[in-house]
T-cell receptor, first 113, second 115 residues
Framework: KAGVTQTPRYLIKTRGQQVTLSCSPISGHRSVSWYQQTPGQGLQFLFE???????NKGNFPGRFSGRQFSNSRSEMNVSTLELGDSALYLC????????????FGPGTRLTVL | DQQVKQNSPSLSVQEGRISILNCDYTNSMFDYFLWYKKYPAEGPTFLISISSIKDKNEDGRFTVFLNKSAKHLSLHIVPSQPGDSAVYFCAASALGETSGSRLTFGEGTQLTVNP
């Protein structure tokens, strides 16, 4: 079974731009969650989608948004990029949700200049 | 407010010895705890979990201990192997209206196992 895939793997943007990251979950998984990893902050939960609905949300500003499609693929969008948004963005999929084993993708490394 | 803390950013042990990674939490609503391992350039992979109704869970060389009164959990790896060298994250979950209101991770501990 194919794992979680994320595209692109690397991205360079400038302040003020917006960016869209994509995540394809493991086949059959309906839950997709997104995380931001920065040095010293560990992994911070952004949000979780299940069956096209945002079910849980972390403490991030409204510039961070997402959506999930009927095939469970998910996108995350960050608008008006700031330097502090430079991070590794990880998505994870699972069968049932956040209390189920999360299977992580390799991440997208976003650099904001 | 860091609700899950891993106070040791790094740990170095000799091959064959025990590795003990620690994690503290502040939210008494957390009732499910997990450990993930992360190699460079890869996403985290699930290692082991424990529910708050237990105080110990074992899986091969990995054992997680939970002390609810101290709000502390630890991961023991015995014996440690060089391939265990990775960043280890602990995570905690509280049961919300849906299957988990969020998953809160610690900052991670870099474990290095020296041959």
């Amino acid at each position: 079974k194919a794992g979680v895939t994320q595209t692109p793997r690397y991205l360079i943007k400038t302040r003020g731009q917006q960016v869209t990251l994509s995540c394809s979950p493991i086949s059959g998984h309906r839950s997709v969650s997104w995380y931001q990893q920065t040095p010293g902050q560990g992994l911070q939960f952004l949000f979780e989608y299940f069956s096209e609905t945002q079910r849980n949300k972390g403490n991030f500003p409204g510039r961070f948004s997402g959506r999930q499609f009927s095939n469970s693929r998910s996108e995350m969008n960050v608008s008006t990029l700031e330097l502090g948004d430079s991070a590794l963005y990880l998505c994870a999929s699972s069968l049932y949700g956040l209390r189920d084993t999360q299977y992580f993708g390799p991440g997208t490394r976003l650099t904001v200049l | 407010d860091q609700q899950v803390k891993q106070n040791s950013p790094s740990l170095s042990v000799q091959e064959g010895r025990i590795s003990i990674l620690n994690c503290d939490y502040t939210n008494s609503m957390f009732d499910y705890f997990l450990w993930y391992k992360k190699y460079p350039a890869e996403g985290p992979t699930f290692l082991i979990s424990i529910s708050s109704i237990k105080d110990k869970n074992e899986d091969g060389r990995f054992t997680v201990f939970l002390n609810k009164s101290a709000k502390h959990l630890s991961l023991h790896i015995v014996p440690s192997q060089p391939g265990d060298s990775a960043v280890y994250f602990c995570a905690a979950s509280a049961l919300g209206e849906t299957s988990g209101s969020r998953l809160t991770f610690g900052e991670g501990t870099q474990l290095t196992v020296n041959p």
